[in-house]
């Protein structure tokens, strides 16, 4: 991969975390594993993704939706998040067993996602604090339920301004964190304007609250150069097939590859996981 590009893709990441970035991130090479799971119910489960025993390993259940989880068009429910992951597979004692087989194993919920149904899931608040209100009581239960540790915030579509989209969000995770209901909190924005400028507002003024920053870096055109994450289906980013293992290397050696994440366990189950397994090796490489 030519040197220029890798340049011009960090810069991109650098562009959306300015100057404190490195407070949140890893300051050096991390051996954080992070993969969503359950959003395309093809049956996976946990103990089909192989977990190497040196590495963080993080399963991101897809998704919690603030919209009716029962009638055949969902709608909005302003805050009151609903299941719509695989929970038949992936169920609250599978959690629970899955934890307890591997004590490298932490599992979040992801909440939002890009659809619901036969539409976009939106971020659609009533106001800032029915919202927060709904979501910590809604996520508490669901968190509590599925023994959870963290969150993703996911959203992609928005019927709210940058400030709401921040308020809300900020309080749902400074509220879930001071409640000790979780122990960390991940983003999950790409290279999109109308994207980029609500998830600017929220690390604006909440950045100190969040962990992990999961740049969807496969949110491009195949022909884009990118790297720190990939699609698993190989539709997009720089593919384990091209060189995304030769972007992480590089970046290893240069102590600058602060984990991998894949969108997503349920596209890998055909090919036998492979490419979990080459990331998780490169990322159990002593340091």
């Given amino acids: 991969m030519e040197f220029s590009k890798l340049l011009i893709s960090l810069f991109i990441f650098q562009v959306f975390l300015p100057c404190h970035m490195s407070i949140q991130a890893a300051p050096a090479n991390s051996d954080l594993f992070r993969e969503y799971i359950g959003a395309e119910f093809n049956n996976v489960k946990f103990s089909d993704v192989p977990i190497n025993s040196n590495v963080e390993f993080h399963f991101i259940l897809s998704f919690a939706i603030d919209y009716d989880s029962t009638t055949g068009s969902p709608s909005p429910t302003n805050g009151k998040f609903n299941v719509f992951w695989d929970s038949d597979n992936l169920s609250p004692s599978q959690v629970s067993s899955i934890k307890s087989t591997h004590s490298n194993v932490k599992v979040a919920l992801s909440l939002g996602g890009d659809s619901v149904g ?170």
């Fill in 118 to 287: 036969d539409g976009y899931a939106y971020f659609n608040p009533s106001s800032v604090d029915s919202w927060v209100s709904n979501a910590v009581s809604s996520l508490t239960n669901i968190i509590q339920e599925y023994h959870l540790d963290g969150i993703d915030i996911n959203y992609e579509h928005f019927n709210a301004d940058p400030d709401t989209f921040s308020e809300c969000v900020g309080k749902l995770i400074k509220t879930l964190k001071n409640n000790g209901v979780i122990s960390f909190v991940s983003i999950a924005p790409f290279d999109d304007d109308d994207v980029q400028s609500h998830y600017k507002a929220l690390w604006k003024s909440y950045g100190d609250l969040i962990d992990y920053v999961n740049f969807q870096f496969y949110a491009y055109d195949q022909g884009t150069t990118v790297l720190a994450s990939f699609i698993s289906d190989g539709s997009g980013g720089l593919t384990p097939k091209n060189e995304f293992f030769t972007a992480c290397s590089r970046l290893k050696s240069e102590d600058k590859l602060h984990g991998i994440f894949v969108w997503s366990a349920d596209d890998s189950k055909r090919n036998g996981f492979r490419y979990e397994k080459q990331s998780q090796a490169l990322l159990a490489i002593s340091h």
